[in-house]
Every structure is written in structure tokens, then in C-alpha cells.
């Protein structure tokens, strides 16, 4: 089993910036594709970024591309998201996920095995 925890959310002005942390524990015997999803009130959970078990590749969803950037220390089995020039719909609960099967860096949600619990980013206007 494995289990993963999100920490940095909070609460910034638009054209701020936030970095968002994932650590996975448990049961891991190597490392995985990981990916961030997010979901606002009353909005299905989108794909916001992914990113291959050796740091590629990365996969960003057109709605962040150029403002946010996923990376990872496995050292640390914790994934980052990089979030600049925020924007208030960007507002949402952001979770993290592992996909243990083939490293294809799926954007699809159900290529995940394991999701964290979800940490609330909040942009202001």
C-alpha cells in the first residue's frame, strides 16, 4: 500500500505563485509516474500535470502550460508542482496520485492507483 500526502496549498493574490509538494510512503519498490489533478466546487476533477518516474517526460494540460511546472526528487519519493502567474480559476482542491503500472504518463485519472487527500489552493482576484 501506499500513501501520499500534499502539503503548500494556500491562499495568494492572481499572479502569485505556490509550490505544491507530494511524498509518497509505504509500499514502494521503485518509482512511478505521478501526476496532479485538481477539482473546483462543482466541477468534474481535471488533469492538471504528469510526470514520468525519472523526471520524464512531463505532461501539462493546456490551461497551465507555461505557468506551471511538475518535477520530482526521488530521493525524497516526493513529486512538485510549480505554480506561477496564478490565476482565480485556478482555485481548486489540488490531490497527487501514483500510477504503479507502465510508465506512459497518463493524463487519464483512472491510470491511478493511489490519490493523497488534496490540498486547497485559493486564488484571490
Same mark, same amino acid.
Given at each position: 500500500?501506499?500513501?501520499?500526502?500534499?502539503?503548500?496549498?494556500?491562499?495568494? #493574490? $492572481?499572479? @502569485?505563485?505556490? +509550490?505544491?509538494s507530494c511524498t509518497a510512503s509505504g509500499h514502494i519498490l521503485r518509482t512511478y509516474t505521478m501526476g496532479w489533478?485538481? #477539482? $473546483?466546487? @462543482?466541477?468534474? +476533477?481535471?488533469?492538471v500535470s504528469a510526470i514520468g518516474r525519472s523526471g520524464g517526460p512531463t505532461v501539462y494540460a493546456d490551461s497551465v502550460k507555461g505557468r506551471f511546472t511538475i518535477s520530482r526528487d526521488n530521493a525524497k519519493n516526493t513529486v512538485y508542482l510549480?505554480?506561477?502567474s496564478l490565476k482565480p480559476e485556478d482555485t481548486a482542491v489540488y490531490s497527487c496520485a501514483l500510477d504503479?503500472?507502465?510508465?506512459?504518463?497518463?493524463?487519464?485519472?483512472s491510470a491511478y492507483d493511489y490519490w493523497g487527500q488534496g490540498t486547497q489552493v485559493t486564488v484571490s482576484s
Amino acid at each position: 500500500q501506499v500513501q501520499l500526502v500534499e502539503s503548500g496549498g494556500g491562499l495568494v #493574490q $492572481a499572479g @502569485g505563485s505556490l +509550490r505544491l509538494s507530494c511524498t509518497a510512503s509505504g509500499h514502494i519498490l521503485r518509482t512511478y509516474t505521478m501526476g496532479w489533478f485538481r #477539482q $473546483a466546487p @462543482g466541477k468534474d +476533477r481535471e488533469f492538471v500535470s504528469a510526470i514520468g518516474r525519472s523526471g520524464g517526460p512531463t505532461v501539462y494540460a493546456d490551461s497551465v502550460k507555461g505557468r506551471f511546472t511538475i518535477s520530482r526528487d526521488n530521493a525524497k519519493n516526493t513529486v512538485y508542482l510549480a505554480m506561477n502567474s496564478l490565476k482565480p480559476e485556478d482555485t481548486a482542491v489540488y490531490s497527487c496520485a501514483l500510477d504503479i503500472g507502465p510508465d506512459n504518463v497518463a493524463s487519464r485519472p483512472s491510470a491511478y492507483d493511489y490519490w493523497g487527500q488534496g490540498t486547497q489552493v485559493t486564488v484571490s482576484s
